[in-house]
């Protein structure tokens, strides 16, 4: 038998996990280095399935088919394209960098580590599945490690406390997932198959359609944080430790558009056409609400968890729009922002970790302090912006033309939510890293040498797929072209 | 070949007598009496395995897949309450053992037949053994838990003799086969009050709402293997009752049952969960959970499709492992901090990581989570009643896992993340540990590779359509 490299993916965490599973928890440094090594590898093989797909072939290749319970028709099918490449290399990047930035974390940190590879493998599993059950499966088992994640290591706020936000974040979740499951169900007992290429090239009634699409929608819409389904993302990435909350606003939230995509548009064409308009103004409204309450906010955590609202909204616009520069737009933007959100959270844990406070009142002038800190922030926050020559121009250009093509008017709102963005993010800045030094944060110390390769190394991406966005846009594109022409080739 | 074929039960019942004999003579002997029967239920277990081959055959007493799969069912439900009981219990007499032994052989008896009388006569068997058991333990709470048991099923039984003996009215015989043959020449009004009679007398067993009232007294008032063992044998008896009547007989006029079926499962399952939401006492959530577990159950058998009844019974297996793995922990929980209090659990995580990790993973099964056996299992129940287009059902049924996994959460919480007061590690003895590990096992093979479960009950509810 032949094994796919998608395998070898979602094995690496696995056979991490189960190795720590056995190492006494006093060993932290081994455990650290068993986390990190088997990262690693996921990150390895997922570049590699990067480079070795055939793009001239396109579709879908590394396809593996494993029996499972042939009495449902499930598989354990395996299988990546266009558009599941770019998703799996930011997940191997993102938890790379994730155990990176977590080197410090000495409470409990076995289980630690643990938790955030069982979530890796969800993650991988969701982006690699060709089968629903197995899909939903991996959903489900990305989003409940969460739960410990924020309740175990998280932070306290002033106004919530973090088992508040642990149980918000994982029941919203799995009530958004439960809608998922029940789509599935309809999807499944309709056509008799749980295959992914079956199903995408079965043909359904309008009414059916009619009635599926919305079930999907907002079931991953509630992951994606689409407006007005979003409460829990900003409140559980404030709560939540930061490699957690890198993980979860730079890769699960993507899994929620991505099932919008994949599943939602994939297998209703006509429901979408239908619907999306509607989705389209929830994702304008995200844009803004998102932007607007992240000036208001004193918590950098929620300043970034709202951004990203704000963001996963543009996902959502370039989704609805439905047409090639949208979709690509979309899924350059998923990649970008979880690239960007990573490295966000990624300093503002530092910031947490060296000040002991996330308020923008209490902090200032840490440029002199922390110059490395500083500096990738500044990046980061442009890329946020948007800036050119960063990936989240590129993006946001596509997106931004693409919806202007299917909804003018709600293309301009959403550039003046762009807009904020960059009001909000130059505040901030200004606030916390420069202006007078405060003196107790004179002494503080920079970035440690873990933290620097994790942050040099997202920084980099950053601009990489901002001066070479082919790199991406060539795999997008053959990923969106099946999905371009059920659609009627707009 | 027909003395042969009975064998599991011959064990029992020769060995059940054997123990009660020397009990009387040789108090002091209770070690040896444990071995005994706990290699009894081994090996009735065994013997009952052999004859998965064999073709349905039997009369009153009929010996095919479907009662071979619930056999053992029962077998191994009351093996791990045995061994329960020796861990956790200071001293397990041979009464305890004899009555152990005796209500498996009741409840192995009612599986394996098709006759109504022969059920009711059986059912007593387990019920009567059931009361002693749940009032085992000179405490008032077991007392009154097992009067308010008795009393509740001497009456419930009641309703369920009514329906049978109409049955035997109209139809002029007790055996199963052939009312179904002449259904088709009777009035399904008529039939209706039968069966809503009958439903009376297994909504009690099974614990639907609203016969539901016993279980949470009962089970917080009962030793807790016998809770345990209550939770899980006793509930299954209903429903292969429920089973060999509805499904086997009644299958023909399932649109006249089923609408009743449904709503009664949507109320059970939305009342258990919602009742199980406020509750401090674990024994009392998990007596609320394990009523909202038979709506679960009861989707599948309602839905009577062959994917619905395989599912029910495989559902039954990961509850099985499921909740016998946390009753194990909250045993020996209560035996170690003599409180069945939800904030008793905090800090067990450190305390003793493999009964938090046990828990955990036998909590979030049977909310449904994957990779556990309780997503296969639902998702095996709940796609059956989407083929057959029950999507409301679904959606109920969706709706209140939703629901369940808030209270589940809360005692992961208290064990997880809320820090103990006392950091005294929790030791727990060799054999506890090892048939603890058993279940997790159990619940993690359902949940991964469910390809061979799946397969024996596809196999065994062959003979029913």
Known sequence: ?490 | MYTYIFSPEGILLILGFLILIIYIFRRRWSRFLLITGALALLLAAFSSFLQFSLPPQGDVLLVDPFSNFFEIFFLFASFLTLLLSKEVKESVRGSYIFLILFATLGMMLVASTGELLFIYLNLTLVSLALYALVSSVLEAKSREAGLKFMFLGIFSSLFFLYGLSLLFGQFRTTYLSIIESKLGNFSPHYLFISLVLILVGLGFKIGMVPFHFWIPDTYEGAPTPIAAFLSVASKAVGVTILIRIFIGAFFSIQQDWQFLLALLAIITMTVGNLFALVQTNIKRMLAYSSIAQSGYILIGVLVGSKLGVAGALFYLWCYLFANMAAFFVVAWVEKETTSQEITAYSGLSRRSPFLAVTLTVALLSLAGVPPFAGFVGKFYVFSAAAFEGQYLLVAFALANTVISLYYYLQVVKEMFIVPSNREVKIKSSFLFNFLLLLQLVGILMLGLYPFPWAKLAEGAIVSLF
Not at chain 1, 3 to 29: C, H, R, T
Not at chain 1, 270 to 282: C, H, K, N, Y
Not at chain 1, 407 to 414: D, E, K, M, R, S
Request: charged share 10%.
């Open chain 1, 1 to 490: 038998m032949e094994f796919s490299p998608l395998l070898f993916i979602l094995l690496s965490p696995l056979i991490g996990i189960f190795i720590l599973l056995f190492i006494p928890e006093n060993n932290k440094l081994l455990i650290k280095i068993i986390a990190l090594f088997s990262a690693f590898l996921a990150f390895l093989s997922s570049i590699y399935v990067f480079i070795s797909y055939d793009f001239s072939q396109g579709g879908i290749q590394f396809k593996q088919v494993i029996p499972w319970l042939e009495t449902l028709k499930i598989f354990l099918s395996l299988g990546a394209d266009g558009i599941s490449l770019p998703l799996l290399l930011l997940t191997g990047i993102v938890i790379f960098t994730g155990v990176l930035v977590s080197w410090n974390v000495e409470h409990r940190a076995k289980e630690f580590f643990i938790f955030l590879l069982f979530m890796s493998v969800g993650v991988f599993g969701v982006f690699s599945s060709l089968n629903l059950f197995f899909f939903f499966l991996f959903y489900e088992l990305a989003i409940l490690p969460m739960y410990l994640l924020i309740g175990i290591w998280g932070s306290s706020l002033k106004e919530f406390t973090k088992e508040y936000g642990a149980f918000k974040l994982t029941l919203q979740l799995f009530s958004g997932s439960a809608f998922v499951l029940l789509g599935i169900f309809i999807l499944y007992s309709k056509a008799g198959t749980l295959d992914i290429i079956t199903l995408s090239q079965m043909k359904f009634s309008h009414e059916f359609q009619w009635i599926l699409f919305p079930i999907f929608c907002v079931g991953f819409g509630v992951l994606a944080g689409m407006w007005p389904l979003h409460t829990w993302s900003p409140i559980g990435h404030a709560t939540a430790p930061t490699a957690a909350s890198m993980l979860h606003a730079g890769v699960l939230m993507k899994m929620g558009a991505y099932g919008l995509l994949r599943i939602a548009v994939n297998f209703s064409p006509e429901g979408a056409r239908i619907w999306l308009p509607v989705v389209a103004i929830l994702a304008t409204l995200n844009v803004l609400y998102g932007a607007f309450i992240a000036m208001a906010q004193d918590d950098l955590k929620f300043v970034v968890g709202y951004s990203s609202v704000s963001h996963m909204g543009l996902v959502l616009l370039g989704i609805s729009s439905l047409n090639s520069l949208g979709f690509s737009g979309a899924v350059f933007q998923m990649f970008s922002h979880g690239v960007m959100t990573a490295a966000l959270f990624a300093l503002v844990g530092i910031v947490y970790d060296r000040c002991h406070t996330k308020s923008i009142a209490e902090l200032g002038g840490l440029s002199v302090a922390i110059p490395f800190v500083t500096a990738n922030f500044v990046l980061a926050a442009f890329t946020s912006a948007a800036l050119p020559s960063t990936s989240g121009f590129i993006a946001e250009l596509m997106i931004l033309l693409g919806a202007f093509q299917s909804y003018p008017v709600l293309c301009f709102i959403a550039i003046t939510g762009s807009l904020i963005t960059a009001g909000y993010l130059l505040r901030l800045l200004r606030r916390v890293f420069f202006g007078n030094p405060i003196l107790k944060y004179k002494r503080i110390t920079d970035a440690n040498f873990a933290e620097r390769l994790a942050l040099c190394f997202l920084s980099f991406l950053l601009l990489l797929y901002g001066i070479f966005p082919s790199l991406l846009l060539n795999s997008i594109k053959l990923g969106i072209t099946p999905l371009l022409l059920k659609l009627g080739g707009r």
